[in-house]
């Protein structure tokens, strides 16, 4: 399984975007990027799923360059609802479902 | 649809004691995992079961185990509890396999303090 690797921790006002960069140099052809918050003592939730180029939905944007080695999650105009531990994930199915999560990103929005 | 729902939320336990865990899925999904969350090792996986077999394993001793039953509520057990086994578990579920990573649906998550 490829591993993944964020920031630690990000702060940012409200009202900005936020764009969290997660590194994967080992990402194989077969695997997806996923990306998942976390608040606290609660379990994480799906946010957005990507394979190349972009995708949007209502809640994110997930840019992912042409080598796939990396992603991007952006955040819109975010709001102290999204101070939380965003986790960036890669694999394929393989038969098995055991997604490594990592560390994560802390994000925090300041008033 | 209801969500994923774990059973108890809270539990405390001594050292040397045994604890059962409870997951029951979304309806219609037959895989359940579960997860170990502490502070010092963020989310650890534990196991997956699909259609009452387990599929896939983690790192953790053999006082850890689980099962599923034939209507994909899943347990998962934890003999001779250590302290340092105080976390929250956390159980989620997905559809099935298949070429696209599923989205994993998790639970509120169960913790385990143990004194």
């Known amino acids: 399984l490829a591993k993944t690797t964020q920031p630690i921790s990000m702060d940012s006002y409200e009202g900005q975007e936020v764009n969290i960069t997660c590194s994967h140099n080992?990402?194989?052809?077969?695997?997806?990027i996923t990306w998942y918050q976390q608040f606290p003592s609660q379990g994480p939730r799906f946010i957005i799923q990507?394979?190349?180029t972009k995708v949007t939905n209502e809640v994110a944007s997930l840019f992912i360059p042409a080598d796939r080695k990396s992603s991007t999650l952006s955040l819109p105009r975010v709001s102290l609802s999204d101070t939380a531990v965003y986790y960036c994930?890669?694999?394929?199915?393989?038969?098995?479902?055991?997604?490594?999560f990592g560390t994560g990103t802390r994000l925090t929005v300041i008033p | 649809k209801a969500g994923v729902t774990q059973t108890p939320r809270y539990l405390i336990k001594t050292r040397g004691q045994q604890v059962t865990l409870s997951c029951s899925p979304i309806?219609?999904?037959?895989?359940v995992s579960w997860y170990q969350q502490t502070p010092g090792q963020g989310l650890q996986f534990l196991f997956e079961?699909?259609?009452?077999?387990?599929?896939n394993k983690g790192n953790f001793p053999g006082r850890f185990s689980g099962r599923q039953f034939s209507n994909s509520r899943s347990e998962m057990n934890v003999s001779t509890l250590e302290l340092g086994d105080s976390a929250l578990y956390l159980c989620?579920?997905?559809?099935?396999?298949?070429?696209?990573?599923?989205?994993?649906?998790f639970g509120p998550g169960t913790r385990l303090t143990v004194l």
């Open positions: 994930l890669v694999g394929d199915r393989s038969g098995a479902n055991n997604l490594f």
């Open positions: 309806s219609g999904h037959r895989s």
């Open positions: 989620a579920s997905t559809l099935t396999g298949g070429h696209k990573v599923d989205t994993q649906y």
């Open positions: 990507g394979y190349k």
């Open positions: 080992n990402i194989a052809t077969n695997d997806y």
């Open positions: 079961y699909f259609s009452e077999t387990q599929r």
